[in-house]
């Protein structure tokens, strides 16, 4: 089992949806990340979260640290944000360790 | 800012050969971070530096793999000899606070490692 887990692993919505996309982890954080890679490969850090909630633009991402859940909402898609989401976090008892869930591939139709 | 700058871009190699890849951090920025992608494995996290320091170097797979941060300015990852199995994306990236963990990152756009 994946100490980092995403769903969906593939997404297609159609443009103006609304989209979550949710991250589960088994491992104790300190942290957690939301990266986006573009169809290009370039990697875009979007929020870091410990705790609550972080908003920009139309991007959401909530953290439930007893729950060792997060999500990032998205409002309003486009098909430019079209892209792989990773989720990411740094384990607290290793204090350096970083881990990565395999990516959520959303496909945005016009 | 020019952003987290990387190269070559693209390095295609034959086995058992030395390849040095070079990151220029945002100016600035106290944290420096290597990480491999692949297909197989996804992202993965080399090492990371603070102030130059190497804090950690877990996820360096093996003897073969180095890296280096001579200064606030550049670091090097080094593979020799390499393999076709390190065949990859290399990522840099930096961030500004010297408590790494809980700093925005900024990427740079990855060297593409063909090892033939």
């Known amino acids: 089992k994946n100490e980092v887990e995403q769903s969906p692993q593939n997404l297609t919505a159609q443009e103006g949806e609304f989209i979550t996309i949710n991250c589960s982890y088994s491992?104790?954080?300190?942290?957690l990340h939301w990266l986006q890679q573009h169809p290009g490969g370039g990697i875009v850090s979007l929020f870091m979260?410990?705790?609550g909630k972080k908003k920009h633009g139309r991007l959401i991402a909530t953290i439930n640290i007893q729950e060792k859940h997060s999500s990032l909402h998205i409002t309003a898609s486009h098909p430019r944000d079209s892209a792989v989401y990773i989720c990411?976090?740094?384990?607290?008892?290793?204090?350096?360790?970083?881990?990565f869930g395999e990516g959520t591939q959303l496909t945005v139709n016009p | 800012d020019a952003g987290v700058i990387q190269s070559p871009r693209h390095e295609v190699t034959e086995m058992g050969q030395e390849v040095t890849l070079r990151c220029k951090p945002i100016s600035g920025h106290n944290s420096l971070f290597w990480y491999r992608q692949t297909m197989m494995r996804g992202l993965e996290l080399l090492i990371y530096?603070?102030?130059?320091?190497?804090?950690?170097d877990s996820g360096m797979p093996e003897d073969r793999f180095s890296a280096k941060m001579p200064n606030a300015s550049f670091s090097t990852l080094k593979i020799q000899p390499s393999e076709p199995r390190d065949s990859a994306v290399y990522f840099c990236a930096s961030s500004l606070l010297r408590v790494s963990q809980t700093d925005t990152q900024y990427f740079g756009p990855g060297t593409r490692l063909t090892v033939l």
């Open positions: 530096f603070n102030n130059n320091v190497p804090i950690d």
């Open positions: 990411a976090v740094w384990e607290e008892t290793s204090g350096s360790r970083l881990t």
């Open positions: 491992v104790g954080i300190s942290a």
């Open positions: 979260l410990s705790s």
